[in-house]
């Protein structure tokens, strides 16, 4: 069980188009998501928390505008990000928990900003 | 905020031959400390975890002990083999009681067992 779904895998864009992953809790619901970024030989880095139907909470230094997080459902978030360029270029991970569970990763998607 | 600090970043050992990693986190009130094992390209997997009212854990080859009062805590993982080899994650969770909240992580650990 805990199983948690993330799509796409791998995703290549030109500059200044937007993306949206997702993240979907496949067999449980998860009352919270988090969302990570790493770049590459770097540790996981916490973009922002969000609880299902109310705001995400970002961490200090992560523009909210520019990374935009919806938490619909309590199987669903998406993280997208707008007007993409190089340097957004990075492994985007995201977990799932509920209520006295550990968080459960998905599987990363990496996205190339070209 | 919670700062964790990682080390060696690079470990090398020989199959068979124990490895031991050490974190150190900074804020008294994080209460739970798991430890991950992250294959390039893929998920982090727990592999262990403890609480702050645990002094030590041990599943098969792998061990965590924690000291609270000097807020550090170690994975130990012995009779190592070829496939252990991977960058593993300590980290720190400052949500109370049985609950949890946000994970902050340390820097890693790239492990290379040599066979």
């Known amino acids: 069980g805990a199983v948690v779904s993330q799509h796409p895998s791998w995703v290549i864009c030109k500059s200044g188009t937007s993306v949206k992953i997702e993240c979907r809790s496949l067999?449980?619901?998860?009352?919270?998501m988090f969302w990570y970024r790493q770049f590459p030989k770097q540790s996981l880095m916490l973009m922002a928390t969000s609880n299902e139907g109310s705001k995400a909470t970002y961490e200090q230094g992560v523009e909210k505008d520019k990374f935009l997080i919806n938490h619909a459902s309590l199987t669903l978030s998406t993280l997208t990000v707008t007007s993409a360029h190089p340097e957004d270029s990075s492994f985007y991970i995201c977990?799932?928990?509920?209520?006295?569970?550990?968080?459960?990763f998905g599987d990363g998607t990496r996205l190339s900003i070209l | 905020g919670e700062n964790v600090e990682q080390h060696p970043s690079t470990l090398s050992v020989q199959e068979g031959d124990s490895a031991v990693i050490k974190c150190t986190y900074s804020d008294s009130a994080s209460n739970y400390f798991p430890w991950y094992k992250q294959e390039l390209g893929k998920r982090p997997q727990l592999i262990i975890d403890i609480r702050s009212n645990v002094g030590e854990k041990k599943d098969q080859r792998i061990a965590v002990t924690l000291n609270k009062t000097a807020k550090h805590f170690s994975l130990h993982i012995t009779e190592t083999q070829p496939e252990d080899s991977a960058v593993y994650f300590c980290a720190a969770d400052d949500a109370g009681g049985t609950s949890y909240g946000k994970l902050t992580f340390g820097q890693g650990t790239i492990l290379t067992v040599h066979p």
């Open positions: 067999d449980f619901q998860a009352t919270t």
């Open positions: 977990s799932a928990s509920r209520s006295n569970q550990p968080q459960h």
